[in-house]
């Protein structure tokens, strides 16, 4: 892990070393959920298969990339192989600014290479490394795997709204509050920043008990 550690971007790498310490902050409860994602990864594994996930909320605006970057920084940090992440929603919006302002704030570089209304981002988190496209979409766009993936439900609208989640493999159900209610607040990014915090501090508790 040292070297993949060494090739992280210096910022990242810090943010990533301090999770282990909010790992006491998990409810019991939570670390059930958790574990249970992260056993049944485990048997992916074993059984010598790819490992696709997608997190799906409602508008793939912000819970959803904000757990696939984490997702994917957690797979690189803990040499799991054959991880690919995704992101998608009941409906598309954009990819919003200020979640891709709190990831860039915890060391992911992100870049916006097409405008528009629901622009295109590429994210990297070394500088050799492999990038990824980032943009909102329905779960079901032909960027994202058809069948035998992973579905993890990020937002409880989602949740309900997508009981079944055709082409799943399995389906896990593991919600986050939204920022978006604190937008135009003075708490705006004091909460975006701490649903980050929260979602990395899940994600990489999750990876960390995968077993390979």
């Known amino acids: 892990m040292e070297n993949i550690e060494t090739e992280i971007y210096p910022k990242l790498r ?13 409810s019991e409860s939570r670390k059930s959920q ?7 990864l485990s048997e992916l594994i074993s059984n010598g298969k790819d490992i696709n996930i997608i997190f799906i909320c409602t508008h793939n605006s912000r819970r959803s990339h904000i757990a696939q970057l984490w997702a994917w920084a957690a797979s690189y940090y803990f040499s799991i192989p054959n991880v690919n992440t995704f992101s998608g929603g009941t409906e598309a919006t954009a ?8 990831m860039t704030k915890a060391g992911f570089e992100i870049i916006e290479i097409e405008g528009g209304g629901n622009p295109v981002f590429e994210c990297s988190l070394s500088e050799s490394g492999e990038k990824i496209k980032s943009f909102s979409k329905e779960f079901s766009h032909s960027s994202n795997p058809q069948s035998d993936f992973i579905a993890v439900m990020v937002c409880s609208d989602a949740d309900e709204a997508c009981p ?10 593991l919600p986050y509050d939204d920022p978006k209610k604190f937008e135009n607040t003075d ?25 390979i």
């Open 95 to 102: 990819f919003n600014h200020r979640s891709v302002k709190a």
């Open 14 to 26: 810090e943010y990533i070393e301090n999770l282990n310490v909010n790992f006491s902050i998990i």
């Open 164 to 173: 079944f989640v055709p082409g799943a493999a399995k389906r896990f159900s």
């Open 34 to 40: 958790l574990e249970q994602i992260a056993e049944y």
């Open 187 to 211: 708490l705006e990014e004091i909460k975006y920043d701490a649903a980050t915090m929260l979602i990395a501090t899940e994600i990489f508790y999750m990876f960390s008990k995968i077993k």
